[in-house]
């Protein structure tokens, strides 16, 4: 009681609230300024002994008005994961003269207790070394009970709207293709959360307000992971792990892992290695470039390089080796179409969003075995194989033009290339890393755009993969819309398809529907482009 009252006097005498916070000893650590909320410990510098545990500190606070502790208070004490938090109020003397008690809750509806408002003698008989021990051990409990049965990830989803959604409206594309991420990448989604955002905030890309909310979220639901839906900036990272006090990833991470999970030829390696190293090279904490030039002259002359500066020459060295692999790579590859030009066979890219049956449909013309899953990005890298158009057309079972005969194919063959599948917002430092397989489809005769007919969002995906290759360094040659399985859709669905796109073709690659139609527009389209 004695500590609480000097506590009080000194807080009244700067008129600023003070919040001390004591170990189980007894001892004081540390002593800050403000509310509870304004002088936490970030989460990553707390004392921390499993997940199933508190972190050993309780907090005493003062507040200069009388009110219970805020909402922002308490979940600075979960976020924290005090044993408890003791609130002071202060009369007009400057003295305390009743306090609250907060707590986390085991097991409940809401996350805390807070207890009604208690005098300072009820304070005092408060055994906090029974309670915490009686917590820990609810905590130990319930840990148990819920223990994660796999290593998966669990993942809390964030994201930053520009328009409010009706309760009735699905969650936005962008939201519902990062779930399909992280489950690909091998986590689990917990929760959804979104925030609707005239601007995205430069340091948290969310409001304080929201940002508490999904701390509070992630703590109950014992998450370890926080994805959100665009490319966050090195400091943006630092400060939300810092609030959260636990790893934060953003979309253009997720996807460099699926791809790094997915690499299996030397190639694809390679190109994985160089897009994670040049995503992860600004992202160093540090002083950036300042130290990078030490020896001789003004300003550089010190104790020499840090460990920082080490190991960003260290990555800039391997990012300069892996440009230079991949710019041996490039020049293999370009010495191969330049054979194929040689030989004058026509050459065919199969390209279009990922998960759109490319590598199925590969499989399906031309009798390969190429991998093929029900997955993002199950391949990535390009797969050529021969396929003869007029073993689909000579027997013109669909009553084709009949002068097909004049179309100009030579032989027939062409090369069918399947390629890495694209996705909405490609991250830039994977059409760096790719540049050298991306070529296959910018340096093609035709192209085939394969559309997930199937797919919810398929529009969004067709614009998606036109905007792709729009900007795409070397203009792309004609190219055939063609949507997959339609086995699974209805009649009114292919003719609405139908109605938008009357040139478009529609098969479905594991029924092996619609090859003679393909293969037409095909050669129509080796023609023109010769």
């Given at each position: 009681m004695e500590f609480a009252q000097r506590l009080a006097g000194i807080s009244a005498e700067i008129e600023q609230p003070l919040c001390c916070f004591v170990n189980r000893r007894g001892q004081v650590i540390r002593v800050g300024?403000?509310?509870?909320?304004?002088?936490?410990?970030?989460?990553?510098?707390?004392?921390?002994?499993?997940?199933?545990?508190?972190?050993?500190?309780?907090?005493?606070?003062?507040t200069l008005q009388k009110e219970s502790p805020s909402t922002a208070d308490l979940t600075a004490m979960l976020m924290q994961r005090l044993d408890s938090l003791i609130t002071l109020t202060l009369n007009s003397s400057g003295y305390a003269d009743r306090a609250y008690i907060a707590h986390l809750l085991p097991k409940s509806v809401d996350a805390w207790y807070l207890s009604p408002p208690l005098s300072l003698d009820a304070i005092a008989k408060q055994d906090f070394t029974e309670l915490v021990a009686g917590l820990e051990e609810e905590f130990r409990r319930e840990?148990?009970?819920?223990?994660?049965?796999?290593?998966?990830?669990?993942?809390?989803?964030v994201g930053a709207l520009f328009k409010a959604l009706k309760e009735d409206q699905p969650?936005?594309?962008?939201?519902?293709?990062?779930?399909?991420?992280?489950?690909?990448?091998?986590?689990?989604?917990?929760?959804?959360?979104?925030?609707?955002?005239?601007?995205i905030h430069p340091q948290t890309v969310l409001g304080e307000g929201k940002i508490q909310e999904i701390a509070v979220i992630a703590q109950t639901q014992r998450a370890n992971l926080i994805v959100f839906d665009r490319e966050l900036s090195p400091s943006q990272i630092r400060n939300l792990e810092q609030l959260f006090g636990m790893r934060v990833s953003d979309r253009t991470e997720v996807i460099l892992d699926i791809f790094a999970q997915r690499a299996q030829s030397a190639a694809g390696k390679l190109q994985v290695e160089l897009a994670q190293l040049e995503y992860r090279l600004p992202r160093l904490v540090g002083r950036?470039?300042?130290?990078?030039?030490?020896?001789?002259?003004?300003?550089?002359?010190?104790?020499?390089?840090?460990?920082?500066?080490?190991?960003?020459?260290?990555?800039?060295?391997?990012?300069?080796?892996?440009?230079?692999?991949?710019?041996?790579?490039?020049?293999?590859?370009?010495?191969?179409?330049?054979?194929?030009?040689?030989?004058?066979?026509?050459?065919?890219a199969i390209v279009g969003y990922t998960n759109a049956g490319k590598s199925t449909l590969l499989n399906a013309l031309t009798k390969s075995t190429a991998y093929t899953a029900d997955q993002l990005?199950?391949?990535?890298?390009?797969?050529?194989?021969?396929?003869?158009?007029?073993e689909y057309l000579g027997s013109n079972s669909l009553n084709l033009d009949p002068d097909f005969e004049d179309l100009d194919i030579g032989e027939g063959t062409v090369l069918l290339t399947d390629t890495v599948g694209f996705i909405h917002e490609l991250p830039p430092s994977l059409v760096d890393a790719f540049r050298a397989t991306l070529e296959e489809v910018t340096e093609s005769d035709a192209l085939?755009?394969?559309?997930?007919?199937?797919?919810?969002?398929?529009?969004?995906?067709?614009?998606?993969?036109?905007k792709?290759?729009?900007?795409?360094?070397?203009?792309?040659?004609?190219?055939?819309?063609?949507?997959?399985?339609?086995?699974?859709?209805?009649?009114?669905?292919?003719?609405?398809?139908?109605?938008?796109?009357?040139?478009?073709?529609?098969?479905?690659a594991s029924q092996r529907q619609g090859f003679d139609q393909l293969c037409y527009g095909l050669a129509e389209l080796i023609d023109y482009a010769r």
């Open positions: 300024l403000g509310t509870p909320n304004q002088a936490k410990i970030p989460p990553l510098e707390l004392p921390r002994y499993g997940e199933e545990r508190l972190c050993g500190l309780r907090c005493i606070g003062t840990y148990v009970a819920t223990e994660v049965e796999d290593d998966r990830d669990r993942v809390i989803l969650l936005p594309f962008t939201l519902v293709e990062l779930a399909q991420l992280v489950e690909s990448a091998g986590g689990k989604v917990l929760d959804t959360i979104w925030q609707k955002r005239d601007r950036g470039q300042a130290l990078s030039r030490l020896g001789g002259g003004i300003g550089t002359r010190g104790p020499g390089e840090t460990k920082l500066e080490t190991d960003r020459r260290v990555i800039q060295r391997r990012i300069n080796y892996l440009q230079q692999q991949v710019n041996q790579l490039r020049a293999q590859r370009s010495r191969m179409r330049q054979q194929r030009v040689d030989q004058e066979i026509p050459t065919v990005f199950a391949t990535l890298d390009p797969t050529t194989r021969r396929l003869n158009l007029k085939i755009h394969l559309v997930d007919a199937s797919h919810p969002t398929w529009q969004n995906q067709v614009s998606a993969v036109e792709i290759l729009a900007e795409m360094p070397i203009a792309v040659g004609p190219t055939s819309l063609v949507f997959n399985k339609i086995d699974s859709l209805t009649e009114e669905a292919i003719a609405d398809i139908k109605d938008l796109y009357p040139k478009a073709i529609l098969i479905s």
